[in-house]
């Protein structure tokens, strides 16, 4: 069903067709209308056999998501930011002990100093927690992407970041095609727990394990984890075939085929990218796009395929490694080791900065007269930052 409908609403209706049996609930912004938009229609009574739980944090929310799907119940939350951090103890209990949680993350800034606007620092900053990580471009993209993420994440049995920027598509209203109740039935079948607490027949999870035997527990999280490589396509394959939208998988090229540079990045930027590379390439520019769907799993054999004929590549990221540099680059030149692509990374819109195509156009016309540094931090005041480098200097 079409609508002109707010990010956040979409993806709370598209929640609800999955037909989640508890829902852990502390607001923080941007992800609260999603949440709300929940809370509403389980009040309503539109969901049946759901509860709604509220609970005191972030902590919370994930360590009763934990319990409520060690019991076999399908449970979905979401957070964004410094509520993400909160729950990071509980975030690594999730994933060690396999439970198929499925979780927005509403990407926003992590402090300090505070910032509520967007970027991906908080959900990169869980890269390593063995949760698989899919981003979202768009509204309808997202909408899509959750439906997809409890079919991952119950057939791998491991939890599921469905990551969709803050603001830039959770509070923004566009049209959007709400899946109809039936597909998503269809889509979808019951949840059938791999494994499941029951006083009847009473077994551990979660129990201590020693030395002798962590690591090959450890190592089963990561195979279960690269199984997500296959899975996640056929995922997207099946939902296209019933809900006639190509939605999710790994990586999304975009005119990259034939293309000298490619330019890589995450998220909504890819719509912005787009439009500017659409313009490059009507004045003869040989460029092109990847967008990167699923982070994590990282898509190496994917990513290399799709590359293979670039001369160059430009990795947009909105978030970044303090004194080391770019996140996703470190992915990308895994996948293409070996071959003649010069490689570089590019820090743009933390805490919100805009992305404009003025400034894209710069940076790609610097990068296809090869001028573009290694590691550039678009639109950065150098000056300012000269500045207060001068002044704390002085005062020491």
């Known amino acids: 069903m079409l609508k002109q409908v707010e990010g956040s609403v979409a993806v709370a209706e598209a929640v609800a067709y999955c037909r989640p049996e508890v829902i852990c609930a502390y607001p923080i912004s941007p992800q609260t209308h999603i949440v709300e938009g929940l809370s509403k229609i389980v009040k309503k009574g539109e969901l049946a056999n759901c509860e709604f739980v509220n609970v005191e944090s972030e902590f919370a929310a994930m360590s009763v998501a934990i319990g409520a799907s060690a019991t076999g119940a399908r449970t979905y939350t979401a957070t964004a930011s410094q509520g993400l951090l909160y729950m990071v103890e509980a975030v690594y209990n999730a994933s060690g002990l396999g439970l198929p949680i499925v979780m927005t ?10 910032n509520i606007w967007n970027d991906h620092s908080d959900s990169m900053s869980q890269r390593d927690s063995g949760w698989i990580q899919i981003y979202a471009e768009t509204n309808q993209e997202a909408t899509d992407l959750h439906v997809q993420a409890f079919r991952i994440a119950e057939e791998l049995s491991l939890p599921v970041m469905v990551c969709m920027d803050g603001f830039i598509l959770t509070h923004a209203s566009e049209r959007v095609d709400i899946p109809e109740q039936s597909d998503v039935d269809k889509y979808l079948p019951p949840y059938v727990p791999r494994q499941v607490l029951n006083p009847a027949d009473p077994v551990s999870i979660g129990a201590m394990v020693g030395p002798e035997a962590f ?20 995922a997207a394959a099946e939902f296209q075939a019933i809900f006639n939208r190509d939605s999710g998988g790994l990586i999304r090229p975009y005119f990259s085929e034939d293309a000298e540079t490619v330019i890589i990045a995450l998220g909504s930027v890819l719509g912005t990218i787009k439009d500017v590379v659409d313009e490059q390439r009507a004045q003869g520019v040989s460029i092109g796009v990847l967008g990167i769907i699923t982070f994590r799993p990282f ?19 909105k978030a970044f490694q303090v004194g080391i540099g770019g996140i996703v680059t470190e992915n990308i030149s895994s996948s293409i080791a070996g071959l003649d692509i010069k490689s570089n990374t590019v820090i743009a819109g933390l805490g919100g900065r805009p992305i404009t195509k003025t400034s894209l156009h710069t940076l790609f016309n610097n990068a296809t007269a090869g001028i573009l540094a290694p590691l550039t931090f678009l639109d950065l005041d150098q000056g300012l930052v000269d500045r207060e480098i001068l002044r704390e200097g002085a005062a020491l």
């Not at 993350?105 to 505070?114: D, L, Q, W």
């Not at 527990?217 to 195979?223: L, S, T």
């Not at 898509?299 to 990221?317: C, G, M, S």
Request: glycine share 4%; charged share 25%; hydrophobic share 55%.
């Open 299 to 317: 898509p190496f054999e994917a990513v290399r395929a799709a590359l293979k004929n670039a001369k160059q590549v430009v990795i947009i990221e």
């Open 215 to 234: 690591m090959e527990v450890r190592y089963m999280v990561h195979a279960k984890t690269l199984r997500a490589l296959e899975v996640i396509p056929k």
């Open 105 to 114: 993350v509403a990407n926003r800034a992590i402090g300090g100093p505070i």
